[in-house]
Nanobody, 115 residues
Framework: QVQLVESGGDLVQPGGSLRLSCTAS????????MRWYRQAPGNEREMVAS???????NYADSVKGRFTISSDNAKSTVWLQMDSLKPEDTAVYYC?????????WGQGTQVTVSS
C-alpha cells in the first residue's frame, strides 16, 4: 500500500514562509495530477493547488501569487512553497496524487499562522 507523507508544517508569523513536502513511500507510476488540499476547523477540505504531469498548475484564488506548487514525478514528490502567509492560511494541509484509477492521500501536516 503506497502512502504519502507530508512534512514541513509549523507555526509561523504572518508574512512568513513555509515549504511543504510530500513524498510517496514507493514510486507511483503514471501520475496524472498531484494536489495540495487544506482543511481548517469547521470548514470543508478545499483544493489549494494542483500540478499535472505536464507541469500545468492551478491555484485557488485565495493563494494565487503567494503559493507555488512544484513536483518531481520520477520521485513521486510534490512541494508547496507558501509565502506571505496569512492567519487564514491556518489549516491541516494534505497532499493527493491521482494515477489512473488510483487516488492517494497523505495524513496531513499542520500549518499555523499566528503572531
Amino acid at each position: 500500500q503506497v502512502q504519502l507523507v507530508e512534512s514541513g508544517g509549523d507555526l509561523v508569523q504572518p508574512g512568513g514562509s513555509l515549504r511543504l513536502s510530500c513524498t510517496a513511500s514507493r514510486r507511483i507510476f503514471l501520475i496524472n495530477t498531484m494536489r495540495w488540499y487544506r482543511q481548517a476547523p469547521g470548514n470543508e477540505r478545499e483544493m489549494v493547488a494542483s500540478i499535472t504531469s505536464g507541469g500545468n498548475t492551478n491555484y485557488a484564488d485565495s493563494v494565487k501569487g503567494r503559493f507555488t506548487i512544484s513536483s518531481d514525478n520520477a520521485k513521486s514528490t510534490v512541494w508547496l512553497q507558501m509565502d506571505s502567509l496569512k492567519p487564514e492560511d491556518t489549516a491541516v494541509y494534505y497532499c493527493n496524487a491521482k494515477a489512473g484509477f488510483n487516488t492517494y492521500w497523505g495524513q496531513g501536516t499542520q500549518v499555523t499562522v499566528s503572531s
